[in-house]
């Protein structure tokens, strides 16, 4: 089946820094997805792509839609301790979303 | 009320016990879906229901059984289940099933189950 590769898997990064994570699969994908979790909750919802080549910002993210359509990468510019939580990217196709493995984010004050 | 709700957020069970999850979304979507969230592994889905027709099942064991009454309600029947089965289970709904092009997907909050 298709899978994702999502990193990184964590990172520890002081408030005010910029974050770069990003998702890669071998599949060609429809749509990418970006989906922020905290803890004990549902996905939310953060940023949707559409279309190859897409750059989409969302606030102090920026998700882009990879040319080739096999990835995605979102940006967090300005971190603060609110962005804490697991980034997770998706990619749909043929009617079938597949998830990445989640980036975790810590942000120190 | 709007968004994708779930109730009950927590449920402790034993072995032998039958309870139920239900689900609830107030986008006026016509998919709706099961995900299962272990930890440490990438989100599974379960089912899909399309217009209250069940278009995908993932394999799942017969302990867990989907309802779809509406296209407003889903429901997950769970029965004898296995300590393993103790995970998030994640409601989700879309405008349609997904193969529509510029389709989302959004998330319930979940329903944190503990199987003893």
């Known amino acids: 089946g298709q899978q994702l590769n999502q990193s990184p898997q964590s990172m520890f990064i002081q408030e005010g820094e910029d974050v770069s994570m990003n998702c890669t699969s071998s599949?060609?994908?429809?749509?990418w997805l970006w989906y922020k979790q905290d803890p004990g909750e549902g996905p939310v919802l953060l940023i949707a792509?559409?279309?190859?080549?897409e750059l989409t910002s969302n606030g102090r993210l920026t998700a882009q839609f990879g040319i080739t359509r096999k990835d995605s990468f979102l940006n967090i510019s300005a971190s603060i301790p609110s962005d804490v939580g697991i980034y997770f990217c998706?990619?749909?196709?043929?009617?079938?979303?597949?998830f990445g493995d989640g980036t975790t984010l810590t942000v120190k004050p | 009320e709007t968004g994708v709700t779930q109730t009950p957020r927590h449920l402790v069970m034993g072995m032998t016990n039958k309870k139920s999850l239900k689900c609830e979304q107030h986008?006026?979507?016509?998919?709706m879906y099961w995900y299962k969230q272990s930890a440490k592994k990438p989100l599974e889905l379960m089912f899909v229901?399309?217009?209250?027709?069940?278009?995908e099942n993932n394999s799942v064991p017969s302990r867990f059984s989907p309802e779809c009454p509406n296209s407003s309600h889903l429901f997950l029947h769970l029965h004898t289940l296995q300590p393993e089965d103790s995970a998030l289970y994640l409601c989700?709904?879309?405008?349609?099933?997904?193969?529509?092009?510029?389709?989302?997907?959004?998330f319930g909050p979940g329903t944190r189950l503990l199987v003893l």
């Open positions: 989700a709904s879309s405008q349609e099933w997904l193969g529509a092009s510029q389709e989302t997907q959004y």
């Open positions: 599949s060609i994908f429809n749509t």
């Open positions: 792509l559409y279309k190859a080549g």
């Open positions: 998706a990619g749909i196709d043929a009617g079938k979303s597949t």
């Open positions: 986008l006026g979507h016509n998919a």
């Open positions: 229901y399309s217009l209250e027709e069940r278009v």
